[in-house]
């Protein structure tokens, strides 16, 4: 796999934009920009300070529908979409955040809560790409 510098450049510019929407956050709302606890707010009905909550999934949400490269394909079809979904539901609550507020956040504020559930994520992730390249071999 090659890298080339408009790969960096695009990388680069994503974090900036990530780290700075979230530091904006942080100022306007007084809170830390985790999405599960975003979107439990207004599945909730909380719409946070004057519509914050919806602004920023909103502001989340357009780039990729405006830019995006068209409909997602998911192999396990819709089912299968909608338990990822509650999996990941679970995990936010049973780790009490998601990588946008563990690892953006957390990991800038020095939590020790935050590198576990981090470090956490990324074995996880690590497994899991090795069980479905390699057939299920550790």
């Given at each position: 796999m090659t890298i080339d510098a408009d790969t960096i450049l695009r990388a680069f510019a994503g974090g900036l934009m990530i780290g700075g929407a979230t530091a904006v956050f942080l100022l306007v709302v007084g809170r830390?920009?985790?999405i599960s606890g975003i979107v439990g707010s207004v599945l909730k009905g909380h719409m946070g300070p004057r519509g914050a909550f919806v602004v920023f999934l909103v502001g989340m949400l357009l780039p990729a529908?405006?830019?995006?490269?068209?409909?997602?394909?998911?192999?396990?079809?819709?089912?299968?979409?909608?338990?990822?979904?509650?999996?990941?539901g679970v995990?936010?609550?049973?780790?009490?955040?998601?990588?946008?507020?563990?690892?953006?956040?957390?990991?800038?504020?020095?939590?020790?809560?935050?590198l576990v559930a981090v470090l956490t994520?990324?074995?996880?992730a690590g497994i899991t790409v090795w069980v479905v390249r390699h057939g299920g071999v550790l």
């Amino acid at each position: 796999m090659t890298i080339d510098a408009d790969t960096i450049l695009r990388a680069f510019a994503g974090g900036l934009m990530i780290g700075g929407a979230t530091a904006v956050f942080l100022l306007v709302v007084g809170r830390i920009a985790g999405i599960s606890g975003i979107v439990g707010s207004v599945l909730k009905g909380h719409m946070g300070p004057r519509g914050a909550f919806v602004v920023f999934l909103v502001g989340m949400l357009l780039p990729a529908l405006v830019l995006g490269t068209g409909p997602a394909e998911f192999s396990l079809g819709l089912p299968g979409l909608a338990l990822a979904g509650v999996l990941v539901g679970v995990g936010t609550q049973v780790g009490s955040g998601c990588t946008s507020g563990h690892g953006v956040c957390g990991l800038a504020n020095v939590s020790p809560r935050s590198l576990v559930a981090v470090l956490t994520f990324m074995v996880t992730a690590g497994i899991t790409v090795w069980v479905v390249r390699h057939g299920g071999v550790l």
